[in-house]
């Protein structure tokens, strides 16, 4: 028998007619960019001629960090590895639902690292982890939005691994196709806000990806080009409060149109690597404890 579980989703309408948002606690794993730098470009943003700033990376990052802890969340920290300057991208590190943990697989040798080091800190935690067989960049191209994991592919992950990611995290996954190198990640292009609500760039789609989204998700707040390009779909959300970069104005306006508390972001420094908030943040999303025990 199917359990409802939606009653612990439903928003219940304030006096002026919008939702009001309940906040679930999360549990976040981040990475300090002491390392950070661009020394390679795998993606359009990265310059590796330009200057960078870690010091200036780690203080941005420090303000996201505190920014978690402040809201009520919990925040857990891996050592960042020397020779690792896109570690502090933690969302890459692995996908977590209900305790599993499907491993990253990076589709750049530059990145291939990451994965096993992401995989061991699981594992020395007693986590069930599975060692991936394809290419994939955890929650970079994996959001979990509840009943589903919407999964990019076109690339980095290998859209053989969605197939994986289904019969491992026990999730159905529906696959959407990335076309504009930009947002080469799909948490470049989408953002989970809560249970069965999301925001999206179209244009980051094929025409297939978006009737699929427009289907699923018909009332999606759709992101414009200006905040698609400032990375505005790099948001994380609790259910309630949403933080994203604070230049992406027109979703900031959606966002509170819809009872949601958004909270703007400056981690300029991590967008010379094409990255921001949500790319620093892996939720591990832990095992529900049996219902009596
Ligand atoms: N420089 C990194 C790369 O190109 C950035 C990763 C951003 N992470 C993300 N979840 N979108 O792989």
Redesign the pocket.
Known sequence: MQQDTSSAHRKTAAPGGRPVRTVRPRRYLMCSPVHFD?VYS??P??EPEKPTDAALAVAQWERLRSLYLGLGHEVELIEPVAGL??MV?A??GATVVDGRVLAAR???E??AAEGPAYADWFRARGYDVHDAFHVN?????YLVTGDRILAGTGF?TDRRSHAEAEHFLGLPVVTLDLVDPRF?????ALAVLDHEEIMYYPAAFTAEGRATLRELYPDAIEATEDDAAVFGL?AVSDGRHVLLPEQATHLIDELWARGFVPIGVDLSE?LK????S???TLEIRDAEPEAGA
Not at 137 to 141: A, H, I, L
Not at 184 to 188: G, I, K, N, V, W
């Open positions: 661009v795998i993606n943003w990265m300057p896109d991208f969302a890459n990076f589709r750049h530059q990145r960049e955890g929650e970079g191209d980095r080469y990640h799909l948490d470049t790099n991590l690597s094409g990255g921001s949500k790319c620093c």
